[in-house]
């Protein structure tokens, strides 16, 4: 028997649930720099290495991320917010101001996060209006910074954590 929510709702309800925000970016074959702000990341498996993101597959890009073989996932500092609506709005240049390295692959790589993940892409998975994304963890770094968090249509802000 099938459900009939009211989006409006099961959004709200859905956005009772705190995430972490990252940005996923890639280069395609082109050279192209595409990035996206996601908050659908999460750790998969630990051997082999894998992670997880979700993608609409109706958002501009979605063929593009599909293709590319590699791609990374930046967990946002509370320092680096103004990249979330950045990285999720239709401007011609996401990456306009961003200081940026060169990751494996050529994927371009965020200066400064939280934490950073280097990813070969493992699989896809057709899931409802989205697809998920898995990758395989290649290379990463963590340090510090107080992470940037999402609940309830707010950013909020937590204490750095040790890191050990």
Not at 14 to 43: E, M
Not at 46 to 51: D, F, K, Q, T, Y
Not at 105 to 117: K, N, S
Request: glycine fraction near 8%; proline fraction near 4%.
């Amino acid at each position: 028997m099938e459900q009939i929510f009211d989006p409006r709702l099961l959004r709200q309800a859905f956005g009772r649930y705190a995430t972490g925000v990252t940005v996923v970016t890639a280069r395609l074959s082109d050279g192209k720099q595409i990035g996206v702000t996601a908050n659908s990341f999460t750790s998969v498996s630990m051997s082999p290495p894998l992670i997880s993101w979700n993608y609409r597959r109706d958002a501009s890009g979605y063929e593009a991320f599909l293709g590319a073989r590699h791609f990374a996932v930046h967990v946002l500092g509370h320092h680096q917010r103004h990249l979330s609506p950045q990285f999720a709005s239709a401007v011609a240049d996401r990456f306009k101001d961003v200081e940026l390295d060169e990751g494996l692959g050529g994927v371009p790589l965020i200066r400064d996060c939280g934490a950073t993940f280097e990813c070969r892409q493992w699989s896809t998975v057709e899931a409802g209006d989205h697809v998920i994304i898995l990758g395989e963890v290649l290379r990463f770094t963590h340090n510090d910074t107080a992470p940037l968090v999402f609940h309830a249509g707010s950013y909020l802000q937590l204490p750095a954590a040790q890191c050990t």
